[in-house]
């Protein structure tokens, strides 16, 4: 699904990305950890497609197509999704009307006819449940005056509209607190299947406790410097970071 | 280029059809014309605003043109129940009156006839607001307006369908100047929604000079609406003065879509206590068009409250001004004002010049302003298309968002429509200059 093959970025001329490597298959869940600054929500947004960092080196390849090829909308439309660590509010932009826009620009894309009216709402209907997202908010302006909580939900109710083939969340689990943390790993547990596959940003490992991961990696300085299963998120719990930028300069000299 | 002189204006107009002024008024117009000059970049209130562009043109005397009732149609600003009085180049077109709501109730006709028909009427308001000393062009409208609407609600009337003034112009290859002199006068407890809307027939250069006096009574409710859609090449000079009495209520909605120079003034006297205003106004210049907003916010008696919420769309060279003017008198304690203005820059050679001016005279009041000038929200927009959303989608559902706050000030439902439907229509890049109709005839 994912091929990331030696991936290097900067931003302003500082290099942040120095060589990732990464394959994602369906149907599984990679957590990625590290300290802060080590580059990981770069690579969420490098993979997003945002403007402000340079691809230097490397390739990624989404289903066989070159990512890079793509701009950001293209990749959302071919099924990438990223939950922002910091959702955007937008004041005059209902989330009905937002919501239908992205999918409608979606079918569109993939050369399905608009939904109707009432398919719509039975869609929203459903997702709503699913993710249990309250009513009251989808009249309101997208993310305008929302708590933390609201904000991540509305983060995984667009998830759920645009049934991505590759999710990452970029350190959704600031900020909530332990229920809405409940709400939104569930609303991932419901979504994940045979065929997507879901990157999870962070740096606890209680999300870990509700997402349970096939793998986790752990970014530092910009590269993946150790990857194992979700014991590894236990054992960084345990015993920090420290240990790992030791192992690193030991093989660095 | 010898450029049109203050008097060529004066002979333009002063061999044409009678002057409604009475000889009076119109000796103090006249007054004024000879003591003052065309306003220049010198006039603290036309810095910004340079009528050079419109005095390159040979302007004449706009002719009376039938129009037909189709045309009218074609630009259904306000529904069709809607109470309808058409101008062409400032001449009064009968035939395409229309009256929908009872006519014993209020007195909505051409103003020339009001002024024998109901001279004591025409006679206790007409140029009581001392609209002539406004500038050079508000004296020549007051010295040689022929024409333009009178609106009398009586006493406790509620007008239920709006009452629509159209005013177009036709130059069929000509240079155009027309005049168009108003008079609104809503009596004690009465309740009415007015639209004046401008569109351009041609595609000529056209200079329309536009001098309205509202007074609103004691308890009334007046809700004035003007909309602004004439063509590329048409420069307007649209000046309004509002007289408010104790008790009464104000909105003004002011949609500037198209044009070349246009230069709203809208004055506003709080002559008693417990009044209401809102003034709220849309502007949307392309290319190298220059849109005006001076608004001049007099709170002569206290107890009151009045709010001003502008926004503007600028595009590629474009140019706006919004000069927010208030005045809080040494008595006018217990006052309230805000005032916001907030401004959206899409290229890097669109220019606002966006100017609060609160003079207060006494320390008892609230006031506040805000001026915002900005680009489109860049993180909004990255947000948009990482959700599938195009870039020029998400800019169109970002701008339609913006100016949506400013149109849902409108009361008139199907003005309100009327509005919507032509943002989208721009937004989509279709050309909303020229003729606005909504049916599809806007000129590219």
Redesign the interface.
């Known amino acids: 699904m994912l091929k990331i093959r030696n991936l290097h970025a900067t931003i302003e001329n500082k290099e942040i990305l120095r060589g990732i490597n990464l394959d994602i298959n369906h149907g599984e869940v990679h957590a990625i950890m590290g300290p802060n600054g080590s580059g990981k929500s770069t690579l969420s947004a490098v993979l997003a497609g945002r403007e402000i960092y340079k691809v230097t080196k490397g390739e990624v390849l989404f289903d066989g197509k070159n990512l890079f090829d793509l701009s950001p909308e293209e990749r959302a439309r071919e099924g990438l999704f990223l939950a922002f660590q910091y959702p955007v509010e937008i004041p005059g932009v209902s989330i009905v009307n937002f919501l239908k826009t992205a999918l409608e620009e979606k079918r569109k894309h993939l050369g399905l006819e608009p939904m109707s009216p009432s398919e719509f709402l039975k869609m929203m209907r459903e997702k709503k449940e699913l993710v249990e997202f309250d009513s009251k908010l989808e009249n309101r302006a997208v993310n305008a005056g929302f708590s933390g909580g609201e904000k991540k939900k509305n983060e995984i109710l667009q998830m759920a509209f645009l049934d991505p083939k590759l999710a990452i969340l970029d350190e959704t689990d600031s900020g909530l607190d332990i229920d809405a943390l409940r709400i939104v790993a569930n609303g991932v547990n419901k979504l994940k299947n045979e065929n997507n596959s879901f990157v999870v940003i962070t740096h606890y490992q209680r999300l870990l406790d509700y997402i349970v991961p096939d793998f986790v990696h752990v970014v530092f300085n910009g590269r993946i410097v150790k990857s194992g299963d979700k014991n590894l998120a236990l054992e960084l719990e345990e015993k920090g970071y420290d240990w790992i930028k030791k192992e690193v300069d030991e093989l660095n000299n | 280029m010898k450029l049109l002189t203050k008097d060529d204006f004066i002979n333009i107009h002063k061999k044409n059809g009678e002057a409604l002024a009475p000889e009076k008024i119109k000796e103090i117009a006249c007054d004024f014309l000879q003591k003052n000059d065309l306003p220049t970049t010198k006039d603290e209130n036309w810095k910004k605003t340079d009528i050079k562009r419109i005095l390159k043109h040979r302007f004449e005397y706009g002719k009376k043109i039938d129009l037909d009732k189709f045309v009218v149609s074609m630009y259904n600003v306000s529904g069709t129940y809607a109470n309808v009085l058409v101008f062409v180049n400032g001449h009064f077109c009968e035939d395409l009156t229309k009256i929908t709501d009872e006519q014993h109730i209020f007195v909505f006709k051409n103003i020339a006839k009001a002024k024998t028909e109901n001279h004591e009427i025409f006679d206790k308001y007409f140029n009581k607001s001392d609209i002539h000393n406004e500038h050079y062009f508000s004296a020549l409208n007051t010295a040689y307006a022929e024409d333009g609407a009178f609106i009398y609600i009586k006493q406790n009337s509620v007008i239920e369908n709006p009452i629509h003034v159209y005013n177009f112009v036709d130059g069929d290859n000509r240079k155009i100047t027309s005049m168009l002199r108003n008079l609104i006068v809503a009596q004690k407890g009465s309740k009415a929604h007015v639209i004046f809307s401008y569109h351009s027939l041609s595609e000529d250069y056209f200079l329309t000079n536009v001098a309205t006096e509202i007074f609103v009574e004691q308890n009334a409710y007046l809700d004035f609406n003007t909309f602004q859609g004439e063509g590329d090449d048409a420069f307007q000079i649209n000046n309004t003065r509002v007289h408010q009495k104790k008790d009464s209520r104000f909105y003004s909605q002011t949609i500037t879509m198209c044009g070349n120079i246009v230069r709203n003034d809208l004055n506003i006297n709080i002559d008693g206590e417990n009044c209401y205003t809102e003034l709220n106004g849309l502007y949307f210049p392309d290319r190298e068009q220059h849109f005006d907003n001076t608004i001049n916010m007099n709170h002569k008696v206290g107890h009151s409250l009045s709010n001003q919420f502008y926004r503007g769309v600028l595009e590629n060279n474009a140019t706006a001004v919004f000069y927010g003017n208030v005045n809080i008198f040494k008595d006018a304690v217990k006052t309230e004002v805000h005032q916001k203005n907030n401004n959206i820059l899409l290229s890097k050679h669109a220019k606002i010049h966006s100017k609060p001016h609160l003079i207060i005279h006494n320390d008892d009041v609230i006031a506040s302003h805000g001026s915002t000038v900005g680009q489109l929200?860049k993180?909004?927009l990255?947000?948009?298309?990482?959700?599938?959303?195009?870039?020029k989608?998400a800019r169109t559902?970002?701008l339609?968002?913006?100016a949506?706050?400013v149109i849902d000030k409108i009361q008139v439902p199907q003005f309100h429509f009327y509005t919507k439907f032509l943002l989208e229509k721009r937004m989509k890049g279709d050309k909303t200059d020229g003729m606005c109709s909504n049916m599809g005839a806007c000129r590219g």
């Open positions: 929200d993180e909004a990255f947000y948009m298309q990482s959700r599938g959303i195009g870039q989608k559902l970002l339609t968002a913006f949506n706050e």
